[in-house]
């Protein structure tokens, strides 16, 4: 089992940017998939995006392509998500999840997770 804990958050300023972490201990994060996913007041949660154990492969949602960017230190055990040229829409609580699974984009088998990180971006 591993534990997650995600920080980074925060507000601010359409166009500005954030970094979140998101910290594992227990096992190692390197034996699995991570993902960034987000939940938005009255909407269903969405997957943002997502790393590969060896972080060769990442996944991207198209309305965060070209302004995301996620990345993992294995020796670390931890994975970021660089958020860049962020927009009001992006304001959700964002959540860090550990798959066990084979596709990055599969989300039902993300079945650890954080407890989420609040991001506001404000116009």
């Known amino acids: 089992q591993v534990q997650l804990v995600e920080s980074g958050g925060g507000l601010v300023e359409a166009g500005g940017s954030l970094r979140l972490s998101c910290a594992a201990s227990?096992?190692?994060?390197?034996?699995?998939?991570v993902g960034w996913f987000r939940q938005a007041p009255g909407k269903e949660r969405e997957l943002v995006a997502g790393?590969?154990?060896?972080?060769?492969?990442?996944y991207y949602a198209d309305f965060v392509k070209g302004r995301f960017s996620i990345s993992r230190d294995n020796a670390k055990n931890t994975v970021y998500l660089q958020m860049n040229s962020l927009k009001p829409e992006d304001t959700a609580v964002y959540y860090c999840?550990?798959?066990?699974?084979?596709?990055?984009?599969?989300?039902?088998?993300?079945?650890?997770w954080g407890q989420g990180t609040p991001v506001t971006v404000s116009s």
């Open positions: 999840a550990a798959s066990s699974g084979v596709a990055v984009t599969t989300t039902s088998r993300y079945v650890y």
């Open positions: 227990g096992r190692t994060l390197s034996m699995y998939i």
């Open positions: 790393i590969s154990r060896s972080g060769g492969v990442t």
